[in-house]
């Protein structure tokens, strides 16, 4: 199985573009994620989706957008890229409550 | 609400020293428990997991207990290696609803030989 894919795995943009994150699982779970991380930081979670057709925004939501395209795929849209996104983002997904979490291998975006 | 707190990093230990990472949690209910780890330049994997009040999880020489009188579910380790260098995060997934699985904020190992 491929577990969780992440597209792209790096990205470099100017500040002031768009782009899309795409994040696909394979693996039939409920619940998705995408998370932040900084350097020498934890995880932030920028928004969720429990069920397919449902997003929530989690701790650091401002300035991206979800949609939850359907059961496998769980998209992070960044409108107009600021330095400050600069991160690696990751992607999770996990079946159901006391199961364990999968992610993906992460992407490297740089702002400039 | 849910809140997993772990102990700051980084960790520096010498190869073949007793590793003990704390971990404490706040849940409602009987949340479910997990260590993470984050080697360089990868995502998130699972180390380990426990389900229930004194389930004990274990792998690669790791262990951790869940202990409920005291919320707690620390990792330990006998003897670490240089390979277990990484960023080790305790994380608990909640009893039930649609809240999201909550994270520490991550512990870094370094192990040197």
């Known amino acids: 199985n491929a577990g969780v894919t992440q597209t792209p795995k790096f990205q470099v943009l100017k500040t002031g573009q768009s782009m899309t994150l795409q994040c696909a699982q394979d693996?039939?779970?409920?619940?998705m994620y995408w998370y932040r991380q900084d350097p020498g930081m934890g995880l932030r979670l920028i928004y969720y989706?429990?069920?397919?057709?449902?997003?929530d925004k989690g701790e650091v939501p401002n300035g991206y957008n979800v949609s939850r395209l359907n059961k496998r795929e769980f998209s992070l849209r960044l409108e107009s890229a600021a330095p400050s996104q600069t991160s690696v983002y990751f992607c999770?997904?996990?079946?159901?409550?006391?199961?364990?979490?999968?992610f993906g291998q992460g992407t490297r975006l740089t702002v400039v | 609400g849910n809140s997993v707190t772990q102990m700051e990093g980084p960790v520096t230990l010498s190869e073949e020293a007793f590793l003990t990472i704390n971990c404490t949690y706040t849940?409602?209910?009987?949340?479910?428990l997990f260590w993470y780890v984050q080697y360089p330049g990868e995502g998130l994997q699972l180390l380990l997991k426990?389900?229930?009040?004194?389930d004990k999880g274990s792998n690669k020489g790791f262990e951790a207990t869940y202990r409920k009188e005291t919320t707690s579910f620390h990792l330990e380790k006998g003897s670490v290696q240089v390979s277990d260098s990484a960023v080790y995060f305790c994380?608990?997934?909640?009893?039930?609803?649609?809240?999201?699985?909550?994270f520490g904020k991550g512990t870094r190992l370094s192990v040197i030989a």
């Open positions: 999770a997904s996990i079946y159901g409550s006391h199961t364990e979490a999968f």
């Open positions: 693996m039939n779970h409920n619940s």
């Open positions: 989706s429990a069920s397919e057709g449902t997003t």
């Open positions: 849940a409602t209910g009987y949340p479910s």
């Open positions: 426990a389900t229930k009040a004194d």
């Open positions: 994380a608990l997934t909640p009893n039930s609803g649609n809240t999201p699985l909550v």
